[in-house]
Every structure is written in structure tokens, then in C-alpha cells.
């Protein structure tokens, strides 16, 4: 059965989980609402949700190094109560999630996050892209609806596939997180720095190089 936006919508305001984890449960209930939140609710993440508008103040800022000091990352991931924010659990989904950033260099946390601007400009790409693959204009525009979804699975953290299980988004450890908890638990925002980036590569001049050499 095909899933519509609307069944996602309708299925997201019923649980409060997130859009990705709606759309899955439908496809696997085969459309059954029902059966969808049921779903939803034995993998908590129906819960979670519930837990999403209590204020989370406390938590922690992770640091993470890779690859021999060419990679950082801080990312500050906040809960509700300092005891939490101390627990081994905590502190080991914080590190996972450092992990994550910088392995897969997202850039905004969610998609609320991304500007207008950018997502104009991917839209106009993606729209010359289809027109390009000689794609009718009447149905171009619902081919970048549905493109514009990978460009935020790309690029927002918490909808990227997470680096140590393919199957499960970064929303969803989030929410199953919140679940085991049972605090809010909030990824708010985070910084990854890759060596030289943004800066000018310096250029060797060969023949410069071998002149110098010769006037020695």
C-alpha cells in the first residue's frame, strides 16, 4: 500500500514521533494506522514523544578526535536532571553521537534548523536537474518534494542513518534513548572542525623551487 503524507501527518499528531519513524511504522503495518502507533509504542517511541516538551536544562558537551587529531567535534546534548547527565548511559550516547558527527559531517541538527535560502537554492538546482533529465515540467515540481527529503537526510543530524546501526536514524536512538531513560533528552546543537578546511591550499612552484636550489 502506498504511503501518503497525509497518513503521516495523521499518524505523527495520534503519537507525536517523528516523520521517519511514522512513515516506517505505516510501511510496516502496511498503511494500518492502528497497527502503525502500536508499532510506535512497543519500540517507545510513541513515549518519547510525550517527554519532548518537558524542559531539558542539564546535560553535557562532548569532545571527539579523529583520525589522528584531523577531526573534532563538540556537540552539547541536554536532560533533565544533573544525575542523568552523569550516568554511564548518558555519557556514552553523547560520545556515540560526537562518533557520528564526525564520521558523517552533517550540518544542521534538524531540518527546522536549515535557512529558507539553502533549501531555495537546493529546490532550484534539483528542479534544473530534472528538467535537464527531460523530466514534463507538470511533474517536476512534486520530483523535488520528494529529492529535497535526501538532501536533509544528508545533511540534518538527526535524520542521517547512524553510523553504528544503518537501520535506525539518529532520531530514532535519540527517541529510544528517551525511552530507556525516561528523561527528555535534547541534541542541541554541535561544532565539527576537519583540518584546513576553508583554508587555501598552499601551491608549490617547481620551477621557483629548483632555482632557489641552484643559487645556494
Known amino acids: 500500500m502506498a504511503i501518503t503524507a497525509g497518513m503521516v501527518k495523521e499518524l505523527r499528531e495520534k503519537t507525536g514521533a517523528g516523520m521517519l519513524d511514522c512513515k516506517k511504522a505505516l510501511e510496516e503495518a502496511n498503511g494500518d494506522l492502528t497497527k502503525a502507533g502500536e508499532l510506535l509504542r512497543e519500540k517507545g517511541l510513541a513515549a518519547a514523544a ?11 558537551v562532548e569532545s ?7 577531526v573534532g567535534v563538540l556537540v552539547e546534548i541536554n536532560c533533565e536532571t544533573d544525575f542523568v547527565a552523569k550516568t554511564d ?30 533549501i531555495d537554492k537546493e529546490k ?6 530534472a528538467l535537464n533529465e527531460g523530466k514534463p515540467a507538470q ?3 512534486k520530483m523535488v518534494e520528494g529529492r529535497i527529503g535526501k538532501f536533509y537526510e544528508e545533511f540534518c543530524l538527526l535524520e542521517q542513518q547512524f553510523i553504528k546501526d544503518q537501520d535506525k536514524t539518529i532520531s530514532t536512538i535519540l527517541n529510544e ?20 578546511e576553508g583554508l587555501e591550499k598552499k601551491q608549490e612552484n617547481f620551477a ?6 641552484v643559487k645556494l
Open 50 to 60: 510525550n517527554k519532548a516538551g518537558r524542559i531539558a536544562s542539564e546535560g553535557a
Open 64 to 70: 571527539y578526535i579523529h583520525a589522528g587529531g584531523k
Open 89 to 118: 548511559q548518558f555519557r556514552s550516547f553523547i560520545r556515540d553521537i560526537a562518533m557520528h558527527i564526525a564520521a558523517a559531517s552533517p550540518i544542521y541538527v534538524r531540518r527546522e534548523d536549515v535557512p529558507q535560502e539553502a
Open 124 to 129: 532550484e538546482i534539483l528542479r534544473n536537474q
Open 139 to 141: 511533474i517536476v515540481d
Open 177 to 196: 534513548k528517551i525511552s530507556q531513560i525516561g528523561e527528555n533528552i535534547s541534541i542541541r546543537r554541535f561544532v565539527r572542525f576537519g583540518l584546513g
Open 208 to 213: 621557483e623551487e629548483v632555482m632557489s636550489q
